[in-house]
């Protein structure tokens, strides 16, 4: 299996992801140039967080115009596994490739703070590591986490399963307390119908080591490698 992980001007969390797939669990990857269009070495791509293309008109809204956004979308329509974080979830909001918006923080200020998070779907490629109902101690790092959408798009993804985590307590209520930029239903990762693309504003990538103060973050990234296991693709390591 190889990972490819997307670079943009103004992206930094790339260097984060890449060191969490090199060196913590081992596996193959690579540095995605905004200007690349050939993604058929990658089995999983991931859009990292950060401040693409300067975040101008607003936070992915031209990253998603990039040539590598356009492979992105075929990657994805190929059935194969993208996860956007934080940046990188905006720009799969913008292109289309999962619903809603990031708007600003309710309160307009920039939070980069540990959150809880309450696992609500242990059964997707991105969260089968987890349990439902499981916390797991992440960080935000960002002033437009706000997500919205739709009353009706809403209420799909609700009854069809595809919030992945919410904002809890360190109890796992769902408070308003809890919730550090006013996303609807303290949403904080959502997946698209298919179950190949999903998208989450707090960095997995930044608790990966229990010197950066949590490990919690592996279960996401365990969960996409057990993916690819199911799927068939080699698991061997560099």
């Excluded at 690349?36 to 031209?62: H, K, Q």
Aim: one cysteine or more.
């Amino acid at each position: 299996m190889k990972f490819g992980v997307v670079v943009f001007p103004g992206t930094w969390s790339d260097v984060d992801c890449f060191d969490v797939l090199n060196d913590v669990f081992d596996k193959p990857v690579e540095y995605v140039w905004h200007k690349d269009t050939d993604l058929s070495p990658y089995d999983c791509i991931i859009l990292p967080g950060g401040f693409s293309y300067g975040d101008y008109l607003r936070p992915g809204a031209i990253a998603r115009f990039s040539p590598a956004m356009q492979a992105v979308t075929k990657f994805a329509a190929q059935g194969k596994l993208v996860i956007g974080i934080c940046n990188g979830f905006q720009i799969l909001c913008e292109a289309g490739l999962l619903p809603g918006v990031l708007l600003p923080n309710n309160h307009l200020q920039f939070r980069c703070q540990w959150t809880t998070l309450r696992v609500e779907n242990a059964h997707t490629s991105f969260s089968s590591a987890a349990s439902v109902g499981q916390m797991l101690r992440v960080p935000i790092s960002h002033g437009e986490g706000n997500y919205f959408a739709e009353p009706a798009v809403i209420q799909q993804i609700e009854e069809q399963g595809r919030v992945v985590f919410r904002y809890s307590d360190d109890s796992g209520e769902i408070t308003p307390d809890a919730n550090p930029n006013g996303s609807l239903n303290n949403i904080a990762g959502i997946i698209n119908e298919r179950g190949n693309v999903f998208g989450m504003m707090p960095h997995p990538e930044r608790c990966c080591d229990p010197l950066l103060g949590s490990e919690d973050g592996n279960a996401i990234f365990q969960s996409m490698i057990d993916a690819l296991n199911a799927a068939g693709i080699s698991a061997v390591s560099r």
